[in-house]
């Protein structure tokens, strides 16, 4: 079974604080994902990447950087968090395989600005 | 009009009954269609994916896709408590790796 690993269940943090969320996938997946997902707007895309190194920009990137510097690890950075930023966050992984691959999601991390 | 439109119910039924979740779309080019569930406090899991029109069937869950209709079902058969969850739908047109989602429909079976 495929399995992606979220470093943190639940965090708190201040605003203005630079945050790191982890995300690790055991699959050798080339495809990673981070969404964020709030009631009533449902999962929304930050960034994805496609391979160590590349990174494409979501449908709601302002406010979020990521880095992947090894094909397991994914990493989403709040470069300065604000109260807007509260959320649940969900990392996921696809492969590149034959055709459209689905996405498996870790459990999230519950994330909250004060 | 969104992309993808979903029922955020709440829907509540009794245990063992037929359970009939639907999404509709716009973007005729969409080909894969992928069903999750998602449990409180925890991430989506995929459920059913098919490809292009047709149903599938896997144990008491069935997906259908009817693309003429731009419309998708999720059908559960005797339905149980653990089934009370929150089901969102996905799909993608090909190769761009960008999944266009649901915004999940709440499903509660009572015992």
């Known amino acids: 079974d495929v399995k992606v690993t979220q470093s943190s269940r639940y965090l708190v943090k201040r605003t203005g604080e630079k945050v790191f969320l982890e995300c690790v996938q055991d699959?050798?997946?080339?495809?990673m994902f981070w969404y964020r997902q709030d009631p009533g707007l449902g999962l929304r895309l930050i960034y994805f990447?496609?391979?160590?190194?590349?990174?494409e920009k979501g449908d709601i990137p302002e406010g979020y950087s990521v880095s992947r510097e090894k094909k397991e690890r994914f990493s989403l950075i709040l470069e300065s968090a604000s109260t807007n930023q509260t959320s649940m966050y969900l990392c996921?992984?696809?492969?590149?395989?034959?055709?459209?691959?689905?996405?498996?999601f870790g459990d999230g991390t519950r994330l909250s600005i004060l | 009009q969104k992309e993808v439109e979903q029922d955020p119910g709440p829907l509540s039924v009794p245990e063992g009954a037929i359970v009939s979740l639907n999404c509709t779309y716009s973007?005729?080019?969409?080909?894969?269609f992928m069903w999750y569930r998602q449990y409180s406090r925890k991430g989506p899991e995929l459920l059913m994916y098919?490809?292009s029109s047709g149903n599938k069937e896997d144990g008491r869950f069935t997906a259908q896709v009817d693309k003429s209709s731009k419309y998708i079902s999720l059908f559960i058969r005797d339905s149980q408590p653990s089934d009370s969850a929150t089901y969102l739908c996905?799909?993608?047109?090909?190769?761009?790796?960008?999944?266009?989602w649901g915004l999940g429909t709440s499903l509660a079976v009572n015992p």
């Open positions: 996905a799909m993608e047109a090909g190769n761009n790796r960008k999944l266009i």
């Open positions: 973007n005729s080019a969409f080909q894969y």
């Open positions: 098919t490809y």
């Open positions: 699959m050798d997946h080339e495809n």
């Open positions: 990447s496609y391979d160590v190194k590349m990174k």
């Open positions: 996921a992984s696809s492969s590149s395989g034959g055709g459209n691959q689905p996405q498996h």
